[in-house]
Antibody
């Protein structure tokens, strides 16, 4: 069964850091690009970041550029999101999502999602 | 960024109804459009990709179509499990962007 499971969310003060993780199983992890997508309370979906299947290419939304860093470990089937200098606007449920493409450039279609991990930034 | 304007923002319907949700893109071309269903406190579920292709395992009562910059999700005969929020997403232009969602209520 293909699965993505996020962890690491919690409550953090503005300006602090938090690291999210996503564990994958049931598919060839190293063949797919992976994304983080977030959803603020009561709001819609916002794409956050992508990392290519081999980890060599990373892109970020303007809203998190310079503060968030995405990484992956293909030997452990894990995806991480390091979030620094957090602001109240970063409060959201964070989903990891798989890119549809196999071993190619990510096309930004998300064909498998995790259940999400909530992040609350509050003083 | 491409703006995806989704309408209506909410919709009341009954079991058995035929329902249509529309997304209009602010610019661009191509049919790289996806539709997702989201139930409360659950992850989005992919329904449609490439504007009209049905994801594996998704009921055939869901269908998608495209006409220029207008994209449509149709549910042919609503079932109780279809009451949820639906999002469109474009992935033909970077960065990918979503519509604001349509809440489908009984």
């Amino acid at each position: 069964q293909e699965q993505l499971v996020e962890s690491g969310g919690g409550v953090v003060q503005p300006g602090r850091s938090l690291r999210l993780s996503c564990a994958a199983s049931g598919f060839t992890f190293s063949s797919h690009g992976l994304h983080w997508v977030r959803q603020a309370p009561g709001k819609g979906l916002e794409w956050v970041a992508v990392i290519s299947y081999d980890g060599n290419d990373k892109k970020y939304a303007d809203s998190v550029q310079g503060r968030f860093t995405v990484s992956r470990d293909n030997s452990k089937n894990t995806l991480d999101l390091q979030m620094n200098s957090l602001t109240i606007e970063d409060t959201a449920v964070y989903y990891c999502a798989r890119d549809w493409t196999l071993k190619g450039a990510s096309i930004y279609y998300f064909d498998l999602w995790g259940r999400g991990t909530p992040v609350t930034v509050s003083s | 960024d491409v703006q995806m304007t989704q309408s209506p923002s909410s919709l009341s319907a009954s079991v058995g109804d035929r329902v249509t949700i529309t997304c209009r893109a602010s610019q661009g071309s191509g049919n790289w459009i996806a539709w997702y269903q989201q139930k409360p406190d659950k992850a989005p579920k992919p329904l449609i990709y490439a504007a009209a292709s049905l994801e594996s395992g998704v009921s055939s009562r869901f269908s998608g179509s495209a006409s220029g910059t207008d994209f449509t999700l149709t549910i042919s005969s609503l079932q109780p499990e279809d009451f949820a929020t639906y999002y469109c997403q474009q992935y033909y232009s970077y960065p990918p962007t979503f519509g604001q969602g349509t809440r489908l209520e009984i």
